[in-house]
């Protein structure tokens, strides 16, 4: 499979849409944060209590600072600051690198030099992004997991028992211990795991993710940085001039603050996809439609890019988007779409049931008509997770010789192969727009013309 994901493997075949967890790639992270901010201002009262033992967990580093252990707060910073089981960010590893120890002096550093720090603590800890470089979302949402790593471990728990996710028992470098506020070493729990490297996999609630978090410093400087006090006319912008001048300045960092809490209404977590809006569906479709067939000035690549950004909404929730990949075959560039088989509606179930497809490919092709050379080569592709069903995205119908071909391909080695045309992309942003039937049926209409074509 490309871009295999732990629900796939295990046979869970539902969509991130029906999930109260992000679905995780066991290859790489996904592109999403754990937002503190979302814990604040959640009606739960769990997640308010989640949001206070990160803050007070934070906070206790200053505890250590004053009691002189400085020692013990530097290396507890570094050892919080990347949490790899949670999968999050964008590494294409899963394995990122610690806080390194000149940045955890500056994090510690903010508690001895801003006073009401010193003295209260932070409220919300994200504002170290607008105070120290090389503190970002990434590093944020990684110290907000590790203090609730025990949290998140249970929820995990609960949802591999939900969904008969099979766990087993590892050992972790280390758990933080609210209680001890310290890192509790060699703690054994179970958890699902990667199938090949064995290493654990912690779930995260999709309520809590977002892209970036609340509080973030490009959202600062964009919109709150008093860059006329900093810099002067013609000036070049630098990052680090704002960041000393944020700490000489307490005041402009909790007037920021104070604002983004004012406009917390408007704080809501990212979901991992978003479909577009029908207006923006029936304008890629026109520009579609518009396209001349075949390479000149691009035409290729502009047809599979708007069919890529078209089918990814039509086809949500019933196929979550997998990838857009590149593969040569005999010489020739093919551009695919790939997508998750969630087997939710009987269709699908049954494309996997009778082809063995995992997941689905769309090879696309801007030509005026497909010829026995594209049907030898996507025919070539369709195995392992693929199974035996593929799909044309092309401009037109497949000539009666071609689809007599597709015929015998079924008759010989029982290889489904369909064609999906302008016209048909037109039927599909139809029933969007209308939203009384899925654009998923309008593929399952061209699998029972194929179907009744063939020889029982």
Not at 7 to 32: M, N, R, V, W
Request: glycine content about 6%; overall charge negative.
């Amino acid at each position: 499979m490309l871009r295999p994901r732990l629900t796939d493997y295990h046979g869970i075949y539902k969509g991130q849409s029906e999930l109260d967890f992000a679905i995780q790639f066991f290859d790489e992270d996904i592109p999403l944060y754990i937002d503190p901010f979302l814990l604040w201002k959640s009606p739960s009262q769990q997640d308010q209590s989640l949001h206070t033992s990160i803050v007070n967990s934070f906070n206790n580093l200053n505890f250590l600072l004053k009691k002189g252990r400085e020692t013990e707060a530097l290396e507890l910073l570094i050892n919080i600051s990347e949490c790899p089981e949670v999968g999050l960010g964008v590494s294409k590893s899963r394995r990122g690198v610690r806080l390194g120890r000149s940045y955890a002096q500056e994090v510690l550093g903010l508690f001895t030099k801003i006073e009401n720090y010193s003295q209260f603590g932070f409220t919300h800890f994200e504002v170290i992004q607008l105070y120290v470089s090389g503190i970002s979302k990434d590093r944020v949402s990684d110290i907000a997991c590790n203090f609730i790593k025990s949290f998140l471990i249970d929820y995990t728990v609960s949802q591999c028992e939900i969904h008969s996710i099979p766990i087993e028992g590892v050992i972790l470098d280390s758990i933080y211990g609210y209680r001890e506020n310290k890192l509790l070493t060699n703690q054994k729990v179970y958890l699902p795991v990667n199938p090949e490297t064995k290493e654990p996999i912690i779930f995260t609630p999709k309520r809590w993710l977002r892209f970036s978090p609340w509080i973030n410093y490009d959202n600062y400087f964009q919109s709150y940085c008093p860059r006329d006090e900093i810099f002067n006319p013609g000036q070049p912008v630098e990052r680090v001039q704002i960041l000393n001048y944020n700490r000489d300045n307490y005041g402009v960092v909790e007037d920021y603050v104070a604002n983004r809490v004012r406009q917390s209404e408007d704080c809501v977590n990212d979901p991992l996809f978003s479909q577009i809006p029908v207006l923006s569906a029936k304008r890629k479709l026109d520009e579609i439609l518009k396209l001349k067939t075949g390479k000149e000035d691009g035409a290729d690549w502009k047809y599979e890019k708007l069919c890529s950004e078209l089918l990814a909404s039509l086809f949500y929730p019933n196929l979550d988007f997998a990838v857009e990949q590149s593969r040569t075959e005999s010489g020739r560039h093919v551009r695919d779409l790939v997508f998750y088989n969630n087997r939710d509606i009987d269709f699908l179930d049954e494309i996997f049931s009778d082809f063995g497809s995992r997941q689905l490919v769309f090879e696309m092709k801007n030509v005026a008509k497909i010829e026995r050379d594209h049907i030898n080569q996507l025919n070539r592709y369709l195995q392992g997770g693929f199974g035996s069903f593929g799909v044309f995205l092309t401009r037109n119908d497949l000539p009666k010789v071609m689809f007599q071909n597709t015929v015998d391909l079924w008759s010989a080695q029982r290889k489904c192969i369909i064609a999906v045309t302008d016209a048909d992309l037109a039927l599909m942003v139809g029933l969007y727009e209308s939203k009384q039937r899925s654009p998923v049926d309008v593929l399952k209409k061209k699998y029972i013309e194929f179907r009744r074509a063939c020889p029982s």
